[in-house]
């Protein structure tokens, strides 16, 4: 969401008496050691694992193997990428062929790295309950970040030094590591375009930007390398800082998503291989795969749940952040044509059959229905009509800093049968994860809402019981309190629906 600086003009006011000061972590003394390392789904038995290293490496590698002490296989690439302003180069390596829903562990080829381990992704139709997280608009914590606006008190609480797992979200799915097998990020990791709220950073924007974004993906990594992290675009992610119109005076390589893209693109996946035995599904399904665009719109299937990431940001008609935008972010487009997102959104909803996935799920950072006054008019002009036409049965936001839940509504109006098999798509927003900008005021909301909450960060949980029952819970990060919870019940009877 955006920052309270709104103006460059604000900069010199503050800037007097203050030195620079980017926090940089710590360069290790072997420049192999993984850091920020971080998962995917790939593909189906496959997993892509990520992470950063301060010098380039020839070949990427990982040594993998179901027994920890025994990693006797072995994946190799030649991806290790970085950009200008970066420090770090980003790798990437993809395993495949794995077992489902089996612990595997693996070791980052380096002299200085350890053996974590993860889950292998279930196979598209394993009618196993399993449970995500939606985690969105997360910033880093600690010197450069981290506050809840309504009670500047708090960042006394807040630690100046590792663990990172102090961040009270962060903290939370750390606790919580075995009660939920993934997590969907779309959109606002690591705030560092707000490096211009602290002070000591007002001389040192080009650094204190890269300094920002290593901090927060060390601070993720204990989490996003050992769950698949499943990530999308989001307004933060655009530029070296969120004042209009300004891309211009950035560093070179910290403009147009390119930390994103770079760090994320190699490992999100496109699209699933359809399993239906229907042709037009395989055929749509492969069309999709053509016009997919990882990191930005790609989809992935997991038991029976199918996920679609929207890119809300760019590449679509009077998208916010995309040349001529709203935001004035001059971000993209990344598409080939001026629809391809959509008819990406289209070809791969048109794809999904019931019987194997009854759940289809999208996840995007702006909203259309939320608190406040801040819905994104051309995001639902482009998306909803799409969405309820192919019979998504619930869509996670963020943008919004706060927690929210609204019943099935279309066209701004609500579905009648509620939560009892509506047609309408089931709504929330996950945007209180925890920021430098603080929570968003809850006190204004629509006649669709069921559930708001401001007072302390928060996230969601998500799990699909059943082919017909999927329940959503709001948890407060700093307790573990459920805040609300709710059932949606979808028949599912169509194998391929069309509204």
Known sequence: MKSSVRSLGWVPVMAAGVMAG??????????????????AIYGPNSISIGWNTYQKLDRPCVEYGTLEDQLTSSSCSTSSTTYPSSRTYANAVILTDLTPGTTYYYKITSTNSTVDH???????????????????????????????????????TIPQIEPSLNHTTIGRLATTID????????????????????PKNL????????????????????????KPYMVGAGNHEASCQEVPLTSGLCAAGQTNFTDFANRFAELMPTTFESRSDEDAAR???????????????????????????????????????????????NGGPFGSSPMQQLDFLVADLASVDRAVTPWVIVGGHRPW??????GCGSCQDAFEPILYKYGVDLAIFGHVHNSQRLAPVYDDAADPNGLQDPKAPMYIVAGGAGNIEGLSSAKIKTKFHQFAYDDDFSYARV???????????FIRSTTGEILDTATLYKSHTERFVVQ
Request: glycine share 10%; proline share 7%; hydrophobic share 40%.
């Open 463 to 473: 799990s699909l019981l059943d082919a017909n029952q999927l329940n959503v819970e």
């Open 118 to 156: 993860f889950l292998s992704p279930r196979p598209a139709g394993d009618t196993g309950a399993f449970s995500f997280n939606a985690v969105i608009d997360l910033g880093v914590y600690g010197a450069d970040g981290y506050t809840i606006k309504q009670d500047n008190a708090k960042r006394d």
């Open 203 to 226: 001389f040192d924007g080009r650094d204190a930007y890269a300094a920002i974004t290593e901090q927060f993906f060390a601070q993720l990594a204990p989490i996003s390398g050992r």
């Open 179 to 198: 009660d939920y097998e993934l997590v969907v990020h779309p959109g606002d990791l690591g705030y560092a375009d707000d490096w211009l709220l602290k």
């Open 283 to 329: 055929v749509a399904a492969n069309n999709a795969r053509k016009l997919a665009k990882p990191p930005f719109w790609y989809s992935f299937e997991y038991g029976m749940m199918h996920f679609v990431m929207l890119d809300t940001e760019t590449d679509f008609p009077k998208a916010p952040d995309q040349p001529g935008g709203s935001a004035g972010l």
């Open 369 to 374: 229905y939320t608190t406040g006054t801040g």
């Open 22 to 39: 980017a926090s940089y972590p710590a360069i290790p003394a072997d420049l192999t050691t993984p850091v920020q390392q971080r998962i």
